[in-house]
């Protein structure tokens, strides 16, 4: 028996002999033809960035895709989101808040940041500028060559409905309430957006069919004038955004008015059904309001591009330079001088042989979203004044952007965009006559235009924030 089993043990010995450098080549040739396929991708993405990067190399300096400047920033600035309340000097935040009823509080915590204040052609305009700034003390500071957003807060309340109810509340987010409901928002200050008492009763009055009405998560998205493509843009998206962690396959949102057809598509890509009345809040499984959300945040700002997947050209390759003007219908808000500064700057742009071309932006709506989107991807420049400056914002990063503002009146909102998205942007001061009409020195516009007109801006325009320096 032993004599057996040391026959067998041999023979288990010589042929783990033969058997184990077999599978031990086996295993190492896997490992290397693994390692050498790892190598060739690596090999080929890095072709492909030399490719990428070819033109801009010969021209002396470097760009990047918009979709790699959205991935490269969006995580480092998500919020933090606190549910519960553990600690006493957290007692005014969501979670601390006593709202009877299955409700979940969040307060969210977004980073601070600090964007590049306009770059300006003489130190006069700057002066002008950035004495603006004193009426806006509680949404951002100066801090030399930037302009800083600090205390960046959110809210969200999520409501498990139970049973349909009539029993609404216009103050869900710093208040003591039996029940939620909040409908319309308004800017309370420069720095967050939040709701309107005074709608409640328009909600409540608000008429629209059942058959349409239930939904799986309902988000409450209303802001001022979100009818307007405008304004959902600079603030309906914020607080959608800041609700999206909690969309399902079956999420509507509702926006109060009628919104504008385009809205409509940026809701449909971005996975949300078509708004419905406000019987839905009754008609749904949990009702989601971001009853506070920043107006002006990197997070939202970037992630709302991402989710419209753009494909704007790399700026060397745009050869479209575009010109906006207020409604031909609006006698106020001229340039007294326009036709000398379209004239001047076709000449510029003949000149400079490129094969670019000044196009008057005519306010006429794109048929589809993919239309515009793709008007726009060939979009170096923007210039001139007016609601419709916003639509800078589809042009990718490395934009030039120059806008024409009112020496009594600066505004913020198109500089903040632009620098969040890395567009160059420029700012000239401007003195008004008559309706509020502007005189541009043209020889300024065109020598910025000469000087930046297809290529990157110079050097970051957003940055972390934190009030102390960090050497190494």
């Given at each position: 028996?032993?004599?057996?089993?040391?026959?067998?043990?041999?023979?288990?010995?010589?042929?783990?002999?033969?058997?184990?450098?077999?599978?031990?080549?086996?295993?190492?040739?896997?490992?290397?033809?693994?390692?050498?396929?790892?190598?060739?991708?690596?090999?080929?993405?890095?072709?492909?960035?030399?490719?990428?990067?070819?033109?801009?190399?010969?021209?002396?300096?470097?760009?990047?895709?918009?979709?790699?400047?959205?991935?490269?920033?969006?995580?480092?600035?998500?919020?933090?989101?606190?549910?519960?309340?553990?600690?006493?000097?957290?007692?005014?935040?969501?979670?601390?808040?006593?709202?009877?009823?299955?409700?979940?509080?969040?307060?969210?915590?977004?980073?601070?940041?600090?964007?590049?204040?306009?770059?300006?052609?003489?130190?006069?305009?700057?002066?002008?500028?950035?004495?603006?700034?004193?009426?806006?003390?509680?949404?951002?500071?100066?801090?030399?060559?930037?302009?800083?957003?600090?205390?960046?807060?959110?809210?969200?309340?999520?409501?498990?409905?139970?049973?349909?109810?009539?029993?609404?509340?216009?103050?869900?987010?710093?208040?003591?309430?039996?029940?939620?409901?909040?409908?319309?928002?308004?800017?309370?200050?420069?720095?967050?957006?939040?709701?309107?008492?005074?709608?409640?009763?328009?909600?409540?009055?608000?008429?629209?069919?059942?058959?349409?009405?239930?939904?799986?998560?309902?988000?409450?998205?209303?802001?001022?004038?979100?009818?307007?493509?405008?304004?959902?843009?600079?603030?309906?998206?914020?607080?959608?955004?800041?609700?999206?962690?909690?969309?399902?396959?079956c999420t509507k949102a509702w926006l109060g008015k009628s919104p504008h057809p385009m809205v409509k598509q940026i809701m449909n890509r971005l996975s949300l059904h078509q708004p419905t009345p406000s019987r839905i809040l009754?008609?749904?499984?949990?009702?989601?309001?971001?009853?506070?959300?920043?107006?002006?945040?990197?997070?939202?700002?970037?992630?709302?591009?991402?989710?419209?997947?753009?494909?704007?050209?790399?700026?060397?390759?745009?050869?479209?330079?575009?010109?906006?003007?207020?409604?031909?219908?609006?006698?106020?808000?001229?340039?007294?001088?326009?036709?000398?500064?379209?004239?001047?700057?076709?000449?510029?742009?003949?000149?400079?042989?490129?094969?670019?071309?000044?196009?008057?932006?005519?306010?006429?709506?794109?048929?589809?979203?993919?239309?515009?989107?793709?008007?726009?991807?060939?979009?170096?420049?923007?210039?001139?004044?007016?609601?419709?400056?916003?639509?800078?914002?589809?042009?990718?990063?490395?934009?030039?952007?120059?806008?024409?503002?009112?020496?009594?009146?600066?505004?913020?909102?198109?500089?903040?965009?632009?620098?969040?998205?890395?567009?160059?942007?420029?700012?000239?001061?401007?003195?008004?006559?008559?309706?509020?009409?502007?005189?541009?020195?043209?020889?300024?516009?065109?020598?910025?235009?000469?000087?930046?007109?297809?290529?990157?801006?110079?050097?970051?325009?957003?940055?972390?924030?934190?009030?102390?320096?960090?050497?190494?």
């Open positions: 028996m032993c004599r057996v089993n040391n026959v067998n043990i041999s023979l288990a010995i010589a042929l783990a002999l033969v058997v184990l450098p077999a599978v031990s080549n086996l295993w190492l040739m896997s490992q290397f033809m693994a390692a050498r396929v790892e190598k060739s991708v690596l090999e080929l993405q890095q072709l492909e960035h030399q490719r990428n990067g070819e033109l801009s190399r010969r021209n002396g300096y470097t760009y990047s895709l918009l979709s790699d400047y959205i991935s490269s920033n969006l995580s480092m600035w998500s919020p933090l989101v606190y549910s519960t309340c553990d600690l006493p000097w957290m007692r005014k935040f969501q979670p601390c808040l006593d709202i009877e009823g299955e409700v979940t509080k969040q307060e969210l915590v977004y980073p601070a940041f600090a964007i590049r204040i306009p770059h300006f052609v003489n130190e006069e305009d700057k002066k002008i500028w950035t004495s603006s700034q004193a009426r806006l003390l509680d949404r951002f500071l100066i801090e030399g060559e930037w302009g800083v957003y600090r205390g960046q807060r959110g809210q969200n309340i999520i409501w498990s409905v139970q049973e349909p109810t009539s029993d609404w509340h216009s103050h869900p987010c710093m208040k003591k309430v039996t029940l939620f409901c909040c409908q319309y928002f308004i800017t309370t200050s420069s720095k967050l957006i939040s709701l309107n008492p005074k709608a409640v009763e328009h909600i409540m009055t608000h008429q629209g069919g059942p058959e349409s009405a239930y939904a799986d998560i309902a988000i409450i998205a209303s802001a001022p004038n979100d009818h307007s493509l405008r304004r959902f843009l600079h603030r309906g998206t914020h607080i959608i955004l800041q609700s999206e962690p909690h969309f399902t396959n009754s008609a749904s499984n949990q009702v989601v309001s971001s009853c506070r959300a920043p107006v002006v945040h990197p997070y939202l700002s970037l992630r709302f591009l991402e989710l419209l997947s753009l494909h704007p050209l790399p700026i060397p390759q745009r050869k479209m330079i575009l010109y906006i003007k207020p409604k031909q219908n609006n006698r106020s808000w001229r340039i007294l001088n326009e036709d000398d500064l379209l004239q001047k700057t076709r000449r510029l742009l003949d000149s400079r042989n490129k094969n670019e071309t000044l196009v008057q932006f005519d306010h006429v709506d794109f048929e589809s979203l993919d239309d515009m989107l793709l008007f726009f991807s060939n979009v170096a420049a923007v210039l001139g004044h007016g609601g419709a400056l916003f639509n800078h914002r589809w042009t990718g990063q490395d934009t030039l952007v120059m806008e024409f503002v009112r020496k009594t009146s600066v505004t913020h909102e198109f500089w903040e965009e632009a620098s969040i998205l890395g567009q160059n942007y420029w700012a000239f001061p401007l003195d008004t006559s008559g309706l509020r009409n502007m005189t541009v020195i043209v020889d300024n516009v065109v020598d910025v235009l000469n000087r930046h007109l297809g290529k990157p801006r110079n050097g970051p325009s957003l940055e972390h924030y934190y009030p102390w320096d960090i050497e190494g």
